[in-house]
């Protein structure tokens, strides 16, 4: 791998970490200071959800904004990602699956930002089905591009695998134990909320750390880990 592409796939990967984080806790922080929503610690008490962060002036701005540019680091991401499996002898059918599937969260991702703030009458379905779709293909994503990577891993990001494989299944742990939860007789709509919260807070860790792979590939080639390691 090139510098110029490790440089890329590096920045993008920490754009899709900081992006959410950084911006649903700054709409929360001004959603909530000037009294739009209320307050608690969302990621444990869940009172807000993160859709009602962006609803207001002037933190409906700060939401859009933040969101479509998370949009374009996805997708920028995920084409240089496919791109570095082809060049490593990952099978094409594969990373063409990788492709249309992220494409997918990205588009599902507009969907979302567009509708938000928008009548719930004529557009809280398609918001819905904006939310439901970046959830599910944004994690197929990664569970498509552990399975891909597998097998072109070097020494140096064995370990860094190894944790990329648990974030992948903490997002299906958050959402088993949201349901869980609301068995048990917790809240249905402050569970949701803890859910959301909790599952960008994984996607943030997730792109950390390939944020980190992409790092040590472009710094060494290693060797390719044994694929019984």
Sequence with gaps: MTSGTRNQ???LALAA???PFLTFNLTYWIASSLEHVRSCFTYLYGCTSVSSTGR???EFWVFKVGVFA???SLALHWRQASQFLDTHGVAVRGTRKLRIIAYLSVIALLIYAVTLGLPDEQFGKLRRIGTNGFAF???ITQIVFVVLYRPVRIDATRVLFRWLVVATAALLLVGF???IAKVMGWP???TNNVAAWNAFLVMTIYYLLLARIWWHHGRSSGRAA???E
């Design 9 to 11: 796939l590096v920045t």
């Design 17 to 19: 970490a900081i992006l």
């Design 56 to 58: 207001q002036l002037p």
């Design 70 to 72: 998370l949009a374009v």
């Design 137 to 139: 293909t944004s994690w």
């Design 177 to 179: 134990s949201s349901e």
């Design 188 to 190: 249905r709509k402050e």
């Design 226 to 228: 044994s694929p019984s």
